[in-house]
């Protein structure tokens, strides 16, 4: 993906300042909010940022457990490629970062235009969602397998 994003940055009819701009946040700051609005793709040239969710546990409570970290090299954000939803997580700078935003809909209108750098694109993209796919129907697996053995329902399997 790295690769795709950097060509992509380099075209002189993809400016800095109109289709995408750098962002610097310092430790802990929050980058996007679960529940959000907004159209933009990050990608980090420098840090690392963590993905969190919201998870209600009573009516009263609610914890934000970390999903994962992305380094350097990585994106997010890139579901607001694909639809037209609020955000599903919040995403927070873990040391200082350095991100490039990327307008959404400038960078689909561009793909779109240049269908070979589009397509080659798109499919890099594809797979990074198809492997965190498969990574979270592991912890989702693993998460069920937890929860019938603490109420002992794998005993009656």
Not at 31 to 57: A, C, E, F, M
Not at 63 to 84: I, K, N, Y
Request: charged letters at 25%.
């Amino acid at each position: 993906m790295r690769q795709q994003i950097e060509q992509l940055l380099q075209r002189p009819d993809f400016a800095e300042g109109e289709a995408w701009r750098v962002r610097r946040f310092p430790a802990n700051a929050e980058i996007l909010r679960q529940g959000d609005n907004s159209r933009h793709v990050y990608w980090i040239r420098k840090g690392t940022v963590r993905v969190l969710g919201q998870v209600p546990v009573s009516e009263a409570r609610q914890v934000r457990p970390g999903v994962c970290d992305l380094q350097s090299g990585e994106v997010f954000g890139e579901l607001a490629l694909f639809d037209d939803q609020p955000r599903s997580a919040t995403v927070m700078a873990v040391d200082e970062c350095e991100l490039v935003e990327i307008d959404g809909e400038a960078l689909l209108d561009y793909l779109e235009r240049h269908t070979e750098l589009g397509f080659a694109f798109l499919r890099q993209m594809m797979t990074v969602m198809v492997q965190r796919l498969r990574a979270s129907d592991r912890q989702i697996f693993s998460l069920l397998a937890w929860g019938m053995r603490a109420h002992g329902i794998d005993q009656h399997l």
